[in-house]
């Protein structure tokens, strides 16, 4: 099977949340030999309740995350977190080993479509190819620290469009994700859609 191959990543995208909740989302990224500095916010309105959520997520050349700092506020305060992985599984999670992470390679913010681009542009699946690509999930109000299963498969469509098959057991939550040809999510069924 053929890898995916994906354009150059643009500096700016944004996000309009839909369905689950209203709000939007803008990530400013900056790219060197080196990785990518993705540097986010997302504010929402959920089931009555506003937050907001500001991230700054470094990944290494192979865009795998080695650090994740993410600041929520909701009413009830304010939370932060930092995460860190060495590149080889290992985690921290605020200076901590955080073993129910080891071997994982991304990281997922509830608050944020954007990190779904990230197992996608890692694993550059070919059409038909399935992966498992379990990340640490961030929740976005408290900013508690999960291990969420899920799984990508590539599946037909027409170019410069990429159709991925997702499925996320925990939320028992499957949808059809398409991104764009430079592995940025376009329309995420129920979540979000693009508007940059």
């Known amino acids: 099977m053929e890898a995916t191959r994906f354009d150059e990543l643009p500096p700016v995208a944004a ?11 803008v990530v400013f990224l900056s790219q060197d030999a080196g990785g990518v500095r993705v540097e986010g916010q997302s504010t929402a309105v959920e089931e009555g309740e506003a937050w907001q ?6 990944l290494d050349d192979a865009f795998r995350t080695r650090r994740a700092h993410v600041h929520a506020r909701t009413l009830a305060g304010a939370h932060e977190r930092t995460l860190e992985a060495d590149g080889q599984g290992r985690w921290l999670v605020d200076g901590e080993h955080a073993a129910h992470l080891d071997g994982l390679h991304d990281v997922d913010l509830e608050a944020s479509s954007f990190t779904n681009a990230f197992p996608v542009r890692r694993l550059a699946l070919g059409f038909g190819e399935r992966a498992d690509a379990p990340a640490a999930y ?11 299963e899920q799984t990508y498969e590539r599946i037909a469509e027409p170019a410069p469009r990429r159709r991925f098959h997702y499925t996320s057991p925990a939320f028992a939550f499957e949808a059809e994700l398409v991104y764009d040809a430079s592995g940025l999510i376009l329309d995420y069924p129920g979540i979000a859609e693009r508007a940059r």
């Open 15 to 25: 996000w309009r949340h839909r369905d689950a909740r209203s709000g939007f989302e």
């Open 53 to 58: 959520s500001r991230y700054v997520i470094e």
């Open 138 to 148: 961030v929740r976005a109000l408290d900013l508690g620290v999960e291990r969420l």
